[in-house]
């Protein structure tokens, strides 16, 4: 297919010519989904750098594991799930690995107006708080909440039963209740 045209092949129809030989065919369906799958590793992941490493591993997983993909779910529901397994995985082994995180510095100057500097701090104590729950409840808290899937959508890319969801956004949120409360009085 010539560089700049839009393969009109559905996801499915991608992944099966994958599958069978076509080197252009995981290629396309990534650059298809990568804003997509990046959001979800990033949202995921402890940091940038772990969510950019888990969706390298996934997208390897994914195009090594083409030929195992049942049609009974949508091509971007499984490859959420690898992406949501990868992250997870990783974040299990960060935590064998004992490291001290390198502190980030914004190097661009904030502008002085409190509005920003409210969301700023807004946005960093719910990015903190999330990074505080255990992975299970974080990812299904990002699914429902964040990304605004139903428990139903959200229990088939996590693969785990719905009342498992249910559960795991219930103490997720409690968390989230007790770690924010201070911003009640805001």
């Excluded at 804003?35 to 590793?41: I, N, R």
């Excluded at 949501?84 to 995985?89: H, P, S």
């Excluded at 502190?103 to 960093?124: G, I, K, N, T, Y």
């Amino acid at each position: 297919m010539p560089r700049g045209s839009i393969d009109a092949r559905s996801d499915e129809d991608l992944l099966l010519a994958h599958v069978h030989g076509d080197p252009g065919a995981f290629s396309t369906l990534v650059e298809r989904h990568h804003a997509y799958l990046w959001s979800v590793a990033c949202r995921t992941s402890d940091n940038p750098d772990d969510a950019a490493d888990a969706l390298q591993d996934a997208l390897m997983n994914a195009h090594r594991m083409a030929e195992q993909f049942r049609s009974d779910a949508k091509v971007t529901s499984w490859l959420h799930r690898i992406v949501v397994n990868a992250c997870l995985d990783r974040i299990r082994r960060n935590r064998v690995r004992l490291s001290v995180p390198i502190p980030e510095f914004d190097v661009a100057p904030l502008a002085d107006d409190r509005d920003q500097m409210a969301a700023v701090d807004l946005s960093v104590s719910i990015g903190r708080a999330l990074d505080a729950l255990p992975p299970d409840q974080r990812a299904a808290v990002v699914a429902v909440d964040v990304e605004g899937l139903s428990v139903k959508e959200a229990a088939e890319r996590l693969g785990v039963p719905i009342g498992t969801i249910k559960s795991r956004c219930a103490r997720g949120r409690l968390r989230l209740a007790q770690s924010l409360g201070h911003l009640r009085n805001s």
